[in-house]
């Protein structure tokens, strides 16, 4: 088998083009990476953008159907009335708050909980009795 002898020349070449191709198909490939993470980063604006479009259209449509029923007098004094607690002559308004409401239903849920760690210790406590009373047999 022969070698190949590659000349200085050759080497100079290979020395100069060799560096070149390598930043010039990084340079390529660092500009894809940016002009993805571009398009990626658009597309999930555009996807949020087009939400709340749509969310500010059913927000329109109420809008325009309060307007609506604005028009209509015994629907502003209804309104009214229960909003900002006007009320008629000889009417008595009581006002709750929303936050007792809110309360009742924390306490329910804590209630709620109690039952179920109560029965599930319940629960085991029944089957140690029997499991206890079934080895003794």
């Given at each position: 088998m022969k070698k190949r002898v590659i000349s200085k020349k050759s080497k100079r070449r290979l020395m100069i083009l060799v560096p070149l191709f390598f930043i010039s198909i990084s340079f390529f490939l660092?500009?894809?990476?940016?002009?993805?993470?571009k398009l990626y980063n658009l597309k999930k604006e555009s996807k949020q953008l087009n939400k709340e479009i749509v969310e500010l259209k059913k927000e329109e449509q109420a809008l325009k159907t309060e307007i609506d029923k604005l028009q209509d007098p015994d629907y502003v004094a209804r309104y009214a009335r229960e909003n900002y607690l006007y009320?008629?002559?000889?009417?008595?308004?009581?006002?709750f708050n929303e936050s007792v409401k809110e309360k009742d239903n924390l306490e329910e849920q804590d209630n709620?909980?109690?039952?179920?760690?109560?029965?599930?210790?319940f629960l085991i406590l029944v089957i140690l009795i029997v499991y206890l009373r079934k080895k003794r047999k």
């Open positions: 660092l500009s894809f990476v940016t002009s993805a993470t009320s008629k002559d000889g009417e008595i308004v009581f006002k709620r909980f109690y039952y179920l760690i109560g029965g599930g210790s």
